[in-house]
């Protein structure tokens, strides 16, 4: 074997030219899913504090978004709706004129070429903030599931492309598959958050979706933080019960959760660049602390390498205008 003076890795690194063809890992839009928040009412854009650069919007302007979304070249958006009435069992969940519905109909109907995910849980339409229907303090799964079955067809039935479950429920991605399945969606893929940890890195997302729990927390749904065997049989159980693809969440924290998910199934494989690390590099790149362009495309980069297929990520379309620049 080689060794110096022979052997010089720096022979690869000096030309910018040479840096570009060796690069291992690139990004491409094909891998952006952009998070958007919708809201009833007209002509809404609201600020998210503690996510700069993210809105709240009512679905006139998220139409007008998602068309900027599609002309950007990012293939897909994932939403998530805030009602305007939140009850015990998140009614307006699996109501076919819910936020998420009509929001659905009005892209599907003035853009092309968009993939609408929606995000499926019940956090954001019950009145106690939790992820399921309750028995005192304690979240039912067989009950929840059920729900989010019929919440997961009424997005099919409004024209969604992909359905994606969040809540960390046991057996939802098998009794979403048959509902879709009887009801003539079989074609529907399911992306399943099969990997989703109790992570603190949630806050800001609680703010844009209001959805933060009454009392208590999620972690008797969502995994402990120290655990890599238990996300193994959790992706493996989604798999099983038939998602399509699989997701990571958060990202950036797990990046050895992805890359073992990834190799152990070699399934396409999702991963949540979630608010709390979107707030962190803008509020310290707003600091200038940190350079936040680069933080942004590293930190994708550092996702993708992990190998994640696809990310969402509130960076979508400030990361598409930066390989417009920088990439051929
Ligand atoms: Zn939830």
Known sequence: ?????????????????????????????NDFIYPLFVVHGEKI?????????????????LVNECKDVASLG??????FGIPEHKDEVG????????????????????????????????????S????????EEEILNDQTIELLARESLTHAQAGADIIAPSDMMDGRVA???????????????ILSYAAKYASGYYGPFREAAESTPAFGDRRSHQMDIGNVNEALREVETDIEEGADIVMVKPAGPYLDVIRKVKDTFKMPTAAYQVSG???MIKAAG?????????????????????????????????????LDKNRK
């Open 1 to 29: 074997m080689a060794i110096f003076p022979v052997k010089r890795l720096r022979r690869l690194r000096y030309n910018p030219l040479i840096r570009d063809m060796v690069r291992e890992t690139e990004l491409s839009k």
């Open 45 to 61: 854009k609201k600020p998210i504090k503690s996510m700069p650069g993210v809105y709240q919007m009512s679905v006139d302007t």
């Open 74 to 79: 990012i293939p897909a958006v994932i939403l």
């Open 91 to 126: 009614s307006e969940a699996y109501n076919p004129n819910g936020i998420i519905q009509k929001a659905v109909r009005a892209i599907k109907s003035e853009v092309k070429n968009l993939i609408i995910i929606t995000d499926v849980c019940m956090c954001e339409y019950t």
């Open 128 to 135: 106690h903030g939790h992820c399921g229907v309750l028995n």
């Open 175 to 189: 009794v979403i598959r048959k509902i879709l399945d009887e009801n003539g969606f079989e074609k529907i893929p």
């Open 277 to 279: 690390e979107y707030a």
């Open 286 to 322: 707003q600091n200038g602390w940190i350079d936040e362009e680069r933080v942004m495309i590293e930190s994708l980069t550092a996702i993708k390498r992990a190998g994640a297929d696809m990310f969402l990520t509130y960076f979508a379309k400030d990361a598409a205008r930066w």
